[in-house]
């Protein structure tokens, strides 16, 4: 069965981007514009993996982890920071919030992909 892995951002452009990799790598994808978005979007439904922007309206992807954190459905989701920023307090953040990985855009998709494939459980 395939993983399914969520993208939260803001700019359509990047989710299609994403998008496109992972479902190269047969993964399922689900797309969210922001942290609100993704939190409609989460029914308790096994998500392997969620890629979050930081930066978005709404509500911005550290508070997104915060709130993502809190539900035991998700509790140990694995969440991949794909954003601009790369101040140390932001990272620093972003991983007191319980995400585990940082991938700075630009970035190449096979960066990301490894990175997916690293934090997805088989």
């Not at 399914?4 to 452009?13: A, Q």
């Amino acid at each position: 069965m395939a993983k399914i892995i969520m993208i939260v951002d803001d700019s359509t452009s990047v989710r299609q981007l994403v998008s496109m990799a992972l479902k190269s790598q047969n993964y399922q994808v689900i797309e969210a514009c922001d942290g609100m978005d993704a939190l409609s979007k989460l029914t308790g439904s096994k998500i392997n993996l969620i890629i979050s922007d930081i930066n978005m309206p709404k509500m911005d992807g550290i508070t997104f982890v915060k709130e993502l954190k809190k539900n035991p459905s998700y509790k140990f989701t694995p969440v991949i920071m794909l954003t601009t920023e790369t101040q140390e307090g932001k990272k620093r953040e972003a991983q007191a919030a319980g995400a585990k990985a940082w991938i700075v855009k630009p970035f190449k998709p096979e960066q990301m992909l490894s990175a997916v494939a690293k934090l997805i459980l088989p």
